[in-house]
């Protein structure tokens, strides 16, 4: 199998594994107070601190991270928190960008039918448009929640520059980055992007599925400015109850490790392939739909020539190569992505686009047998179609 839909989820590394194996073997409630729940507590403090460690935080002081089920739930939590939140003062508006993941957009929806206004940046050409941004920032903005890398045209947003600007204009602002896609794939920390809010979640950095983490600043919870968004027996300091799930936790953690000791060169080498993957797509017969600003190392998006995506991925399917024919969190829906209409395409060509994305498990002879096969699909299926 070539596994080329790493953005979807990707392969639990060996030191995720091991760390998991260790968590099944000490089952105790890490709320317990006994010497076996202190273990399991000392076990997700550790995690903690580790996946802090890689956002960026050397020092927590008042910061909490907290983990979550997945990024639809940090999502969810950041935004439904920080809008309902005990001292948020009067205003009614939110900034967000037309190219957001479901778990945000849906989201958003729900506070639409609710008589929240929601301003939707333009995302064209992969860049967001700070004009827009400017002119729709006022007192009445309660929340900016923007993407750090989208996760079907690897499109890399320069958040720091808009939620800097949301905070000179209003301090009280809260700002928002799911950076599920950008995580341990762009170097960042959540204080130099200004971000009261980050999203980020396993299963997208090697870990298993089923776990995630919000960081929440410590200045968003002396101010008041979040409120659980879970209610019941107080777990992760009161924002996020729910027993802890020690094993997915554990090996968040051995992900995050493991990835931590190599990272810079990893991040190299998925450059490298994802420049290569776009070189020889393009000379396959594809367009590939490359970001006007800022790349992200692990993405590429490419319009086949009037061939539906979901017929070449059958095909490429066929050869045991797996791809994407858009989000996987959206890949029952039956709507064009809003992402690929965002940046530009249009509707035929948004329906014959493919994503390809990345890890550093994979090599340049599976980028050549994965373009043998892609100009083999294009060939054949362009035949068929005359």
């Known amino acids: ?4 839909d790493n953005s979807a989820t990707t392969e639990i590394c060996e030191a995720s594994k091991e760390k998991m194996r260790q968590a099944f073997e000490n089952f105790a409630n890490p709320s317990s107070r006994h010497f076996a729940g202190i273990r ?5 403090e550790s995690a903690r601190e580790c996946v802090f460690k890689a956002l960026g935080v050397r020092n927590a002081g008042s910061d909490r991270l907290i983990f979550t089920s997945c990024g639809t739930e940090s999502n969810n939590t950041a935004i439904f928190g920080s809008v309902f939140s005990k001292k948020r003062k009067d205003g009614d508006r939110i900034i967000s960008t037309d190219s957001e993941h479901p778990s ?3 989201a958003l929806k729900v506070l639409e039918k609710q008589g929240f206004e929601v301003i ?3 995302t064209r050409g992969g860049v967001l448009d700070y004009e827009q941004f400017e002119h729709a920032l006022n007192d009445r903005v309660i929340l900016v929640t923007l993407m750090m890398v989208n996760n079907e045209t690897g499109a890399y947003y320069d958040v720091g520059r808009f939620f800097s600007e949301a905070k000179r204009k209003n301090p009280d602002t809260v700002t928002h980055c799911d950076a599920v896609q950008g995580f341990l794939k762009c170097r960042f920390a959540p204080r130099k992007i200004c971000a009261d809010l980050v999203s980020i979640s396993a299963h997208k950095v090697h870990g298993p599925k089923g776990v995630g983490a919000l960081y929440i600043s410590g200045d968003l919870i002396k101010r ?3 409120t659980p968004y879970l209610h019941g027996g107080g777990q992760e300091g009161e924002l996020r109850s729910g027993t802890e799930n020690t094993v997915g936790i554990a090996g968040f953690f051995g992900a995050v490790e493991n990835f931590e000791e190599h990272l810079d060169a990893d991040i190299q080498k998925i450059t490298a392939l994802r420049d290569l993957c776009a070189g020889l797509s393009e000379l396959s017969g594809a367009r590939v739909n490359k970001p006007e600003g800022e790349w992200a190392p692990h993405i590429v998006s490419i319009t086949l020539p009037d061939i539906k995506s979901e017929t070449m991925l ?4 066929m050869k045991d190569i797996c791809v994407s024919a858009g989000s996987a969190c959206s890949s029952h829906s039956k709507h064009l992505s809003a992402s690929l209409l965002g940046f530009g395409l249009g509707e035929r060509d948004a329906d014959c686009t493919l994503r390809i994305s990345l890890s550093e498990n ?9 373009a043998d096969a892609l100009k083999e699909g294009i060939d054949r299926l362009v035949r068929i179609r005359k």
């Open 1 to 4: 199998m070539i596994y080329l």
């Open 40 to 44: 399991a507590r000392e076990s997700v």
């Open 104 to 106: 945000v957009e849906n």
């Open 120 to 122: 939707r940046l333009s």
């Open 224 to 226: 008041r400015l979040i």
């Open 314 to 317: 059958n095909f490429l399917s």
């Open 362 to 370: 994979n090599t340049s002879e599976q980028i050549y047998e994965f």
